[in-house]
């Protein structure tokens, strides 16, 4: 069969990846279109990971979202990456090109911006400092939005303190590193506060952060989308925070991706949000 005849397929490893809406919003798409393909979800463990990876192009994959945990170890696997995914040091997007070669890309932080900006319209992110819970890749992404788009100060908190220390590292005198402990106490004047680990996602940790010191004029995200609206984000709302959910840069980090894999450019509107919250 010639790469003309065959089906394109695309999917999403991670785990775990029950919970992955990624699926149904590219399902949707290839039916709105009319476009010929299939994206399917795969629970892939670390140890498995590259044989995965080195082996979807030959069943006819056009390439994968990548999720928790795998964002920062696919890198490693690719041919060409992106600056942004070089200066992020994680990919969510893989194209496996018809040359052989791996291409690694990460729309994370596209997707964070235009989520808050349609969904917080009077947000401004150079008012004054964010506050960034946690430092694996999707922090990377975010860390790195937000020095794009002006955000004076980041301050940063990760249970693991030297992640937040690497990050520190990498993106220089912008990033201030929280003690976990303290990690409340940075919320302090914080215009923009986004929680990028997985507490508070389904199977995971609750999420136990203070909120005593948000300021109820702050723009709080959480990334989590499974729940859709998270404990921290029903805390927030209760003191007056604006409060933007994490199904939004699913929506909008997704479009891309799916341009690259199937050729048409897809548009995020209000039909598609209500269908993925069906």
């Not at 690719?78 to 052989?100: E, H, Q, S």
């Not at 319209?121 to 004054?128: R, V």
């Not at 136990?208 to 109820?216: C, I, K």
């Not at 990334?223 to 409060?243: E, H, K, N, S």
Request: charged share 20%; proline share 6%; aromatic share 6%.
């Amino acid at each position: 069969m010639t790469d003309e005849n065959r089906i394109p397929l695309a999917g999403v490893i991670g785990s775990p990846i029950s919970h992955s809406r990624s699926p149904r919003l590219h399902a949707h798409w290839l039916r709105k279109y009319g476009l010929p393909g299939y994206y399917v979800p795969m629970d892939v463990s670390q140890s498995d990971l590259e044989t995965s990876i080195r082996t979807l192009p030959k069943l006819g994959f056009v390439g994968v979202n990548v999720t928790i945990p795998h964002k920062e170890s696919v890198l490693v696997m690719a041919d060409l990456v992106t600056d942004r995914a070089a200066l992020i040091g994680a990919a969510n997007t893989l194209i496996f090109r018809k040359d052989g070669k791996i291409h690694a890309d990460n729309t994370d932080g596209y997707g964070f911006v235009q989520n808050l900006r349609q969904n917080a319209p009077n947000w401004q992110p150079k008012s004054g400092p964010a506050a960034v819970i946690g430092g694996g890749g999707a922090a990377r992404a975010i860390v790195a939005s937000l020095i794009e788009i002006g955000v004076p100060e980041i301050r940063l908190s990760n249970r693991t303190r030297t992640r937040a220390d690497a990050l520190r590292t990498e993106f220089g005198a912008k990033v201030t590193v929280y003690e976990w402990v303290q990690a409340g106490n940075m919320l302090e004047g914080a215009k923009t506060v986004v929680n990028t680990s997985s507490l508070g996602m389904v199977g995971k940790p609750e999420f136990r952060v203070p909120l005593d010191a948000l300021s109820p004029n702050a723009v709080v995200n959480d990334l989590v989308y499974t729940p859709l609206d998270t404990a921290f984000l029903q805390r927030a709302r209760a003191m007056g925070c604006t409060t933007v959910d994490g199904l939004g840069m699913l929506l909008h980090q997704a479009a891309p991706a799916f341009e690259r894999w199937f050729g048409q450019r897809p548009e995020v509107d209000d039909q598609l949000r209500q269908l993925m919250l069906r």
